[in-house]
């Protein structure tokens, strides 16, 4: 099973779904997974479908935007967070 698939609707890979929902089991699972990406990084597009450039979103992100402090703290423990990317 390839843990770090990428979706064709959104560019999101699980790691991203699991952060965006708040499920810390799952993103402690996944990251013990050496094939999953904690730093890649999704295309945003704004309101009309055009893609905006200012960099993407990576789970981190995804899991402060919602508000997922556990989520937040399980990646930044994993020590595969690049904290520049914060």
């Not at 099973?1 to 089991?25: E, F, I, R």
């Not at 899991?63 to 904290?83: E, F």
């Amino acid at each position: 099973v390839d843990a770090d698939v990428t979706s064709k609707y959104d560019g999101h890979t699980p790691l991203h779904y699991a952060c965006q929902n708040g499920h810390d089991a799952v993103v402690q699972i996944l990251l013990a997974e050496t094939q999953v990406n904690p730093n890649k990084l999704v295309e945003v597009f704004d309101d009309d479908g055009n893609w905006n450039d200012d960099g993407g979103e990576g789970p981190i992100h995804l899991a402060c935007g919602y508000g997922h402090i556990a989520v937040v703290q399980c990646l930044i423990d994993s020590g595969t967070v690049d904290a520049g990317s914060i």
